[in-house]
């Protein structure tokens, strides 16, 4: 299976702990995408890259998030002093550029559980 | 960008067609529209995609008419495994994306 790979599938940390999520995304995309979802909720924009370029940032990253793509291959989300509200789903995604019609191919995701 | 209205859920028998509708009424001239489903604790799945008329695949159809300001999603013969979350995106594959709260299909035995 050649799909978008995160790990770990689930992480429990104690509030105030850093964690690192991973994204491979599919071999060939040169996008790759990061998304926040709660529950009950759509996915909501956190930040995308094209090759290692990071492009955009949404207003919910705040500083204590950062992510990079250092090679334009895997991607790192890194979350600092986590806080409750962390709690979520972290859905990677990855797409290919230069065609218009590349939807997004999502991961499993990662569920944090802060206490 | 481009924002998506969706009923916020739908019941459905097995073996029932079931269609979704989606209203983006400020579509811009670039933009596709996706369709996404998405199972508890699994990362949403694309389903289908199209600019305009009528587009088919082997798991659903999506009408799109010629305004653009709407969509449907058209699921034939639903089975219990298509109780989902099904979500409608606009917008172009050269920015990021935006989704909704989608539609929770449920469909009944």
Not at chain 1, 3 to 8: A, I, K, L, Y
Not at chain 1, 39 to 58: D, M, V, W
Not at chain 2, 28 to 47: E, L, M, V
Request: charge should be neutral; glycine fraction near 6%; proline fraction near 5%.
């Amino acid at each position: 299976d050649t799909g978008v790979s995160q790990d770990p599938r689930h992480k429990i940390t104690k509030r105030g702990q850093n964690v690192t999520f991973r994204c491979d995304p599919i071999s060939e995309h040169n996008r790759l995408y990061w998304y926040r979802q709660t529950l009950g909720q759509g996915p909501e924009f956190l930040t995308y890259f094209q090759n290692e370029a990071q492009l955009e940032k949404s207003r919910l990253l705040s500083d204590r998030f950062s992510a990079e793509r250092p090679k334009g291959s895997f991607s790192t989300l890194e979350i600092q002093r986590t806080e409750q509200g962390d709690s979520a789903m972290y859905l990677c995604a990855s797409s290919s550029l230069g065609a218009e019609d590349s939807p997004l191919h999502f991961g499993n995701g990662t569920r944090l559980t802060v206490t | 960008l481009a924002k998506t209205t969706q009923p916020i859920s739908m019941d459905s028998y097995e073996g029932q067609e079931v269609n979704i509708t989606c209203s983006h009424n400020n579509i811009a001239t670039n933009d596709y529209i996706t369709w996404y489903q998405q199972f508890p604790s699994q990362g949403p799945r694309f389903i289908i995609q199209g600019y305009k008329t009528k587009v088919t695949n082997e798991v659903a159809s999506l009408f799109i008419p010629a305004d653009r300001k709407s969509s449907t999603l058209s699921l034939p013969r639903v089975s219990l495994s298509d109780t989902a979350v099904y979500y409608c995106l606009v917008g172009d594959n050269f920015n990021k994306f935006y989704f909704g709260s989608g539609t929770k299909l449920n469909v009944k035995p």
